[in-house]
């Protein structure tokens, strides 16, 4: 008999392939075009085991994006787990967001157009995702304080140019068709992280 731990390891696995599934499929038909049954297809699985996860396309849709960008946050964190001085942890950071930006350019520009389809509950939560990311940039920045490395500034505020600029990043992946797109964000990357630590005032 399958154990109950199998069980749930088992559930959860089957959750994951309905999910790859349905990000394959939602990226080359969209939310509109997509039906269950072509995700059900894809999983290789029936339509009503679907059902059994989600109740409809609409909540398919939002579980997909929800398990993406948990899976950015979580890489984002390990990132800074690794360890290192804060400007390297700052620099591990990036990089593991610019691998992101890079690779989920068809999720983007699916949020973009069917945003319309993404639940109040997930774009809560989506924001408070963005507030843990702002409290982990801060952390790293205090990390530089404290070995002073870094002016005692708004920290706050600090962290949050630090994310702006990375979705400038994320927006010039997206919208950028240049095949050369990974080694102009690495350069934009290096340029940003001088600019953001350095300043723009010419050194008297």
């Known amino acids: 008999m399958e154990t109950e731990s199998r069980f749930r390891e088992r ?4 959750y994951e392939e ?21 995700i059900a297809q894809k999983a290789g699985i029936g339509k009503g085991t679907i059902y059994e996860y989600f109740p409809g396309k609409k909540e398919l849709f939002c ?5 993406c960008m948990t899976w950015y946050y979580d ?25 992101f930006a890079t690779h989920a350019r068809s999720l983007a520009n699916l949020m973009f157009h069917d945003f319309a389809y993404i639940s109040r509950d997930l ?44 979705r400038i990043f994320f927006a010039e992946t997206v919208f950028n068709d240049n095949d050369d797109t990974e080694l102009s964000l690495e350069k934009m990357k290096e340029k940003a992280l001088d600019i953001l630590l350095n300043g723009i005032l010419k050194k008297m």
């Open 18 to 38: 309905i999910i790859e599934a349905a990000f394959e499929v939602f990226i080359k038909k969209g939310f509109h075009q997509t039906k269950m049954e072509e």
């Open 63 to 67: 579980g997909m994006v929800k398990q």
């Open 75 to 99: 890489s984002i964190k390990q990132s800074v787990e690794e360890g290192g001085d804060f400007k390297q942890k700052l620099e591990n950071m990036m990089d593991t967001h610019m691998k």
């Open 11 to 14: 559930k959860t696995e089957r």
């Open 123 to 166: 774009h809560m939560w989506i924001i408070e995702g963005q507030k843990k990311m702002v409290k982990l940039v801060e952390d790293v920045l205090q990390q530089g304080v404290d070995e002073g490395r870094l002016r005692h500034v708004d920290l706050h505020l600090a962290a949050v140019m630090f994310l702006t600029s990375w």
